[in-house]
T-cell receptor, first 109, second 121 residues
Framework: QSVLTQPPSASGTPGQTVTLSCSGTTSNIGTKPVNWYQQLPGMAPRLVLYSDDLRPSGVSDRFSGSRSGTSASLAITGLQSEDEADYYC??????????FGGGTKLTVL | QVQLVQSGVEVRKPGASVKVSCKASGYSFSGHGITWVRQAPGQGLEWMGWVSGYNGNTNYAQSYQGRVTMTADTSNATAYMELRSLTYADTAVYYCARFFGGLVPKYIDYWGQGTLIVVSS
């Protein structure tokens, strides 16, 4: 059971916008910025958003993020087949432990 | 560019120990931490703990306390993770990753390629 809650699956068609959610508590998302990781099949995870809404160099501007209260979200606009992957949210908890969401498997139909 | 290169596949019997290395390059090793994350087959990411590249301080997830040791060797920019008393449930891919942000890590930004540890009799 993960500390952060993500829906196990999501889907969209090419060109659509999909939004992935991540829910936590006042001990984590409520006070700490959220980061998002993309994991393609058989690969190591990759950082796609940090500090809620910042993109590392090389990450498409189709990825955007936000945080409000104890929830955060990752939006992908202009969905492409290459976006099909598992997405994980993560942040610090007040207990000084790093916590992950359970991950959302995004399918591009 | 930042790179984290991990040691190769390991196979151990139940009850044994394993030690994985993570060689860092492309940045100041002592300026950031190294964290370890594992992923069991078909499962999500699980945080195990981290070690400071600056002073070697550690913080372990509760479920691993007493069974894991993480160290950082600044002389060769390499971090190590030793896991003891292995059980079949420890079969997983183990990733090292860089915790960006000096003494106060902020987020994971770079990942190693992963090391598969198989526990089998």
């Amino acid at each position: 059971q993960s500390v952060l809650t993500q829906p196990p699956s999501a889907s969209g068609t090419p060109g659509q916008t999909v939004t992935l959610s991540c829910s936590g508590t006042t001990s984590n998302i409520g006070t700490k910025p959220v980061n998002w990781y993309q994991q393609l099949p058989g690969m190591a995870p990759r950082l796609v958003l940090y500090s809620d809404d910042l993109r590392p160099s090389g990450v498409s501007d189709r990825f955007s993020g936000s945080r409000s209260g104890t929830s955060a979200s990752l939006a992908i606009t202009g969905l492409q087949s290459e976006d099909e992957a598992d997405y994980y949210c993560a942040t610090w908890d007040a207990s000084l432990f790093w916590v992950f969401g359970g991950g959302t498997k995004l399918t591009v139909l | 560019q930042v790179q984290l290169v991990q040691s190769g596949v390991e196979v151990r019997k139940p009850g044994a120990s394993v030690k994985v290395s993570c060689k860092a390059s492309g940045y100041s090793f002592s300026g950031h931490g190294i964290t370890w994350v594992r992923q069991a087959p078909g499962q999500g990411l699980e945080w195990m703990g981290w070690v400071s590249g600056y002073n070697g301080n550690t913080n372990y997830a509760q479920s691993y306390q007493g069974r894991v040791t993480m160290t950082a060797d600044t002389s060769n920019a390499t971090a190590y993770m030793e896991l003891r008393s292995l059980t079949y449930a420890d079969t997983a891919v183990y990733y090292c990753a860089r915790f960006f942000g000096g003494l106060v890590p902020k987020y994971i930004d770079y990942w190693g390629q992963g090391t598969l540890i198989v526990v089998s009799s």
